[in-house]
């Protein structure tokens, strides 16, 4: 699976829209970009995942670049309770394998 | 949607110990579950991978005696912690994959994790 690339953290103040940015410069044509995201002391949620076009469901919108070898997760109107660590993870849709996490962003939603 | 239950979600325990850690898919069939361990502030770094019916394989530097894992039905994975020493206190966190039919370009589905005190 490709590897990504994300800021360690982010400022964000609440109301306003966050974007979380995901280097995978690496990803094959088969990859897709998924979100996860991890409030503190819980498991991993699942956000959104994306393979070419440009997603958006009632959590977030996912924008991938036309090369594929970038992404952004865009939350539209962060809450305090949006605060937590960010996972881009790219590997293979149908893959029942081995699912690794990189070390993520940490978005700090602040009032 | 598609729910993992993980029991319990804290525990504390005595020095050479055993724990148990129970993951349950409650609306799906899972024939593939992971275990994940996370200190403080660190990533999830992927354990072992559990498979139903056969033994499960595990990622390097992890010790299979230490942590043994049964995928005995569909919907259970059990995560041991064998003589359990302090550095083995960690947050430990399943996940299952929805396959086929279930939305599997979804990824996975997280437990809530446990918090594994060893004192």
């Known amino acids: 699976d490709a590897k990504t690339t994300q800021p360690p953290s982010m400022d964000c103040a609440e109301g306003r829209a966050a974007n979380l940015p995901c280097n995978h410069s690496?990803?094959?044509?088969?990859?897709?970009v998924y979100w996860y995201r991890q409030i503190h002391s819980q498991g991993p949620q699942y956000i959104i995942h994306g393979l070419k076009n440009n997603e958006t469901n009632e959590m977030a919108s996912l924008i991938i670049t036309e090369d594929r070898k970038s992404s952004t997760l865009i939350l539209p109107h962060a809450t305090l309770r949006d605060t937590a660590v960010y996972y881009c993870?790219?590997?293979?849709?149908?893959?029942?394998?081995?699912?690794?996490f990189g070390s993520g962003t940490k978005l700090n939603v602040k009032p | 949607g598609a729910v993992v239950s993980q029991h319990p979600s804290w525990v504390i325990c005595k020095s050479g110990t055993s724990v148990k850690i129970e993951c349950r898919s409650l609306d799906f069939q899972a024939t593939t579950m992971f275990w994940y361990r996370q200190f403080p502030k660190q990533s999830l770094m992927l354990m072992a991978t559990?498979?139903?019916?056969?033994?499960?394989?595990?990622e390097q530097g992890v010790e299979k005696d230490k942590f043994l894992i049964n995928h005995a039905s569909l919907t259970l994975s059990t995560l041991t912690v064998t003589s359990a020493h302090p550095e083995d206190s960690s947050f430990y966190i399943c996940s299952a994959h929805l396959g086929p039919g279930q939305g599997s370009t979804m990824g996975y589905t997280f437990g809530s994790g446990t918090r594994l005190t060893v004192v």
């Open positions: 559990s498979n139903e019916g056969s033994k499960a394989t595990y």
């Open positions: 993870i790219v590997r293979v849709g149908n893959n029942f394998n081995k699912f690794y």
């Open positions: 690496t990803i094959s044509g088969n990859e897709y």
